[in-house]
């Protein structure tokens, strides 16, 4: 157990409505990752976090924003949503600085229709 | 550009077997390779991983090989146990990356039948 929690668990909703998960962590690390798994493309990083307020993007990162005020959370936003971001959303963290393990939350299943 | 391929998306094996999992990349700065596994509605734990340094690493039933000049690693099973039915997903990381950053392959899909 990483200590990784995400929520909605599920969420359904229509084109161009905004959708905000959120992934939270109760072990501090500073590292936070959130990817996206579809089918023939395994999981594609969509931005990542190395602190409060310290994002960067990842190779999907068109169409979705991130923000991390808090180390603990780590929230995803789509801000018009559209049906080519239903996918299922795959929050992580790393534990270790130079570690490249990471350890990753049960995940969001979001179908946008 | 897919750096990290899994050219096979499903696999089947009897139980007792062995399994191989294979998986190629093209960036030669990769220099750590790590698999995880994943069952339905879970998200992926950590496996096994391999730094460049190596070519073999095991544990347990799992042993993971690298060959650098071929660009190619793969995870074999030994031996193969219905619980071992999952998405397999190799994944590399850049001697240069800044952030930890993973890259990822599409993904095997193994099913041990008893």
């Known amino acids: 157990d990483a200590g990784i929690t995400q929520s909605p668990r599920h969420k359904v909703t229509e084109t161009g409505t905004p959708v905000t998960l959120r992934c939270h962590q109760t072990e501090n690390h500073r590292y936070m990752y959130w990817y996206r798994q579809d089918p023939g493309h395994g999981l594609r990083l969509i931005h990542y976090?190395?602190?409060?307020?310290?994002?960067d993007k990842g190779e999907v990162s068109d169409g979705y924003s991130v923000s991390r005020s808090k180390t603990e959370d780590f929230l995803l936003t789509l801000e018009s949503a559209t049906s080519s971001q239903t996918s299922v959303y795959f929050c992580?963290?790393?534990?270790?600085?130079?570690?490249?393990?990471?350890?990753f939350g049960p995940g969001t299943r979001l179908t946008v229709l | 550009d897919q750096q990290v391929k899994q050219n096979s998306p499903s696999l089947s094996v009897q139980e007792g077997r062995i399994s191989i999992l294979n998986c190629d990349y093209t960036n030669s700065m990769f220099d750590y390779f790590l698999w995880y596994k994943k069952y339905p509605a879970e998200g992926p734990t950590f496996l096994i991983s391999?730094?460049?340094?190596?070519d073999k690493n095991e544990d347990g039933r799992f042993t993971v090989f690298l060959n650098k000049s071929a660009k190619h690693l793969s995870l074999h099973i030994v031996p193969s146990q219905p619980g071992d039915s999952a998405v397999y997903f190799c994944a590399a990381r850049a001697s240069y990356n800044q952030g930890g950053k993973l890259i990822f392959g599409q993904g095997t899909e193994l099913s041990v039948k008893p």
């Open positions: 391999i730094s460049s340094i190596k």
């Open positions: 992580a963290i790393k534990r270790q600085e130079g570690a490249d393990r990471q350890y």
């Open positions: 976090s190395y602190g409060v307020k310290d994002t």
